[in-house]
Nanobody
Framework: QVQLVESGGGLVQAGGSLRLSCAGS????????MGWFRQAPGKEREFVSA????????YYADSVKCRFTISRENAKNTVYLQMNSLKPEDTAHYYC??????????????????WGQGTQVTVSS
């Protein structure tokens, strides 16, 4: 199994940028597909972005395309989410997750076996 810890969240004005990091330990990180999800109060958990084990394939929710970029550095056991042009609608608790296989595809929560505790992102208007 793998343990995941997110960092990099905070308070930012609309139009600003943040970079989230997710550090993994306790497993073979380079073999996991990785995803980012978010959840706002009173709303369902929402897919944001995902990257396959090699970093060669990426996938984004329509709401963040052209604004967010996912990447990974397997030598550092870390996946990143660069968030630009942030909007108040992006305010949520952001979680990273790891998958050993993808029965539901990169964008499905049911594909993921391990989850971090999340980091808060708040975007002011």
């Amino acid at each position: 199994q793998v343990q995941l810890v997110e960092s990099g969240g905070g308070l930012v004005q609309a139009g600003g940028s943040l970079r989230l990091s997710c550090a993994g330990s306790g497993g073979t990180f380079s073999r996991y597909h990785m995803g980012w999800f978010r959840q706002a109060p009173g709303k369902e958990r929402e897919f944001v972005s995902a990257i396959d084990w090699s970093g060669g394939l990426t996938y984004y929710a329509d709401s963040v395309k052209c604004r967010f970029t996912i990447s990974r550095e397997n030598a550092k056991n870390t996946v990143y989410l660069q968030m630009n042009s942030l909007k108040p609608e992006d305010t949520a608790h952001y979680y990273c997750a790891a998958a050993t296989s993808l029965p539901g595809g990169l964008g499905s929560p049911r594909s993921y076996d391990y989850w971090g505790q999340g980091t808060q992102v708040t975007v002011s208007s």
